[in-house]
């Protein structure tokens, strides 16, 4: 590509791929807000050589680089040292009369501007989003060092480096929308440190250690689709900036949770594989017991990433147009969701009750509810390995109140299967359901890394193919 801007004639808005700032929104059009991310710029490169992948910065690695917008063409792939990555600013095309499609508001104009009443609320949806992005990045920057093959690191940098331009979307709209306290809010995403007591960041799953690969496949299964899941909600916003720049980022997420799910699906194999073989401690690979409290943990603290299963908040962003259910346009005919009441069990008096609670009050809930169904077919794929190397044990999800720390359930203590135990209970049957340190460490004791082109660890599976038609023993990475 010679030219600087490159006219899409499909989504017929401009691609500046070659400004200092990537951008499709016209960045140079607006001085004021090119200077003002032009001064966050060098920011965001300082904390990225600070706190993003250790010890592999000045490496060549093979990464795709948005280039356009739309699901066709729209990466390049090529050799890439992470920090000169093209973070760019990139939304979906506007739609021509876009409208409020729920809410009170429903079928009015979409809002170009963030409606008044609102500010505020937005402002801290946009917020903890965006905090959510860098947190990934500093809770996988050691993993490099203990990479099960290239293929495996090339898709963790690559997974890194997208968390980062996600940060760059949130961090467009805090400061193109927001005046002063965006600014504000956009150098403090900088500022936070996943894990740190004084200055964490601000959802609780992001302040786990991910310091294993097992912790990094089942984040990225079930932390990363959480994601999905807001982002989402917020593509049906009314508020047209956000719901285009999330339409986008939808598109790069699909790859963080194939990473995810086949990563886990591979760990599962091998060892189903090694179980015909013999004692799978013995011979090196991850007791499926120990797979299975892995996945306990991540999804029940994912779980908790959607709030409160009785929410104002909830019906005050659905009721204002801000944010939607899952698939709003395509999955509803009736978009006001006043008349509905939602069965839900709560606990009462020491016993789960049935409670009815207005629809638009238990959104969390319906999305909550979405993504438990999405949850459920990659177990179901990673059962179909089990079954196909010849095995009768299934991995399952808990019971969604199971070891919750957000909402109803939170301060109640559930067993796997959702019963309502005493809190000695699950104290004393914690070690069958949630990993033990024994069980970390043991773990990391496997975590060597494998830098060899087209060799992989012992305790996972090669994948079933390469990436964008290379072979799996592609130089990924070029150490
Ligand atoms: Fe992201
Ligand atoms: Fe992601």
């Not at 280039?67 to 739609?95: C, N, T």
């Not at 009443?117 to 949806?125: K, P, Q, S, T, V």
């Not at 990479?147 to 331009?165: A, H, I, K, T, W």
Request: charged fraction near 30%.
């Amino acid at each position: 590509m010679e030219e600087s801007e490159i006219s899409n004639q499909k989504s017929a808005i401009t691609m500046n791929l070659y400004d200092r700032i990537p951008n499709n929104v016209n960045l140079s059009e607006d001085k004021k807000l090119q200077r003002a991310l032009e001064k966050w710029l060098p920011n965001y490169i300082d904390w990225w050589r600070e706190m993003g992948p250790d010890g592999f910065q000045e490496k060549d690695v093979w990464l795709r680089t948005a280039v356009d917008v739309g699901s066709e063409g729209w990466a390049h792939f090529d050799y890439v040292k992470m920090p000169d990555y093209r973070w760019g600013i990139f939304l979906e095309p506007p739609q021509p009369d876009a409208k409020v499609g729920f809410g009170d508001n429903y079928g009015r104009p979409a809002y170009q501007e963030v409606p008044g009443e609102f500010r505020n609320a937005l402002r801290r949806i946009i917020v903890t989003q965006g905090d959510t992005e860098p947190a990934s990045v500093e809770q996988q920057r050691l993993l490099g060092k203990t990479c099960p093959s290239l293929y495996d690191m090339r898709n963790l940098f690559q997974v890194n480096v997208e968390e980062g331009r996600h940060l760059w979307a949130m961090v467009y709209l805090l400061h193109g929308y927001f005046g002063r306290d965006g600014r504000d809010e956009a150098d403090a995403l900088l500022e936070r440190r996943s894990g740190n007591p004084d200055k964490p960041r601000i959802l609780e799953a992001f302040n786990q250690p991910c310091d294993d690969w097992l912790n990094f496949f089942a984040f990225t299964m079930f932390t990363d689709r959480d994601g999905k899941y807001q982002l989402s909600a917020l593509a049906e916003s009314g508020f047209e900036p956000l719901a285009r720049t999330c339409q986008f980022m939808l598109t790069e997420e699909a790859h963080h949770m194939f990473v995810g799910d086949t990563g886990l699906g591979r760990v599962a194999r091998r060892t189903a594989q090694l179980m015909k073989e013999g004692d799978v401690r013995e011979l090196g690979g991850i007791p499926l017991d120990i797979i299975q409290k892995y996945i306990n943990f991540w999804f029940s603290y994912s779980l908790d990433l959607f709030g409160g299963e009785i929410s104002s908040n909830s019906a005050d962003f659905f009721a204002a147009g801000l944010k939607g259910r899952y698939k709003e346009q395509d999955q509803y005919s009736e978009h006001t969701a006043t008349n509905e009441i939602f069965n839900l069990a709560v606990v009462e008096d020491g016993e789960l009750k049935n409670r009815e609670v207005p629809l638009r009050n238990a959104l969390n809930e319906v999305l909550r509810t979405e993504y438990v169904k999405d949850c459920e077919k990659g177990l179901a794929r990673w059962n179909k390995v089990l079954n196909d190397e010849g095995r009768s044990e299934r991995l399952f999800l808990p019971h969604p109140r199971f070891h919750r720390h957000v909402g109803e359930y939170a301060g109640h203590s559930f067993d796997i299967a959702g019963n309502l135990i005493s809190k000695e209970e699950f104290e004393s049957r914690k070690p069958e359901w949630l990993p033990t340190i024994e069980d970390r460490e043991y773990v990391r004791s496997l975590m060597h890394p494998v830098y060899e082109v087209g060799k992989i660890a012992n305790w996972i599976a090669p994948p079933a193919a390469g990436i964008k038609g290379k072979p799996f023993d592609f130089e990924y990475v070029r150490l």
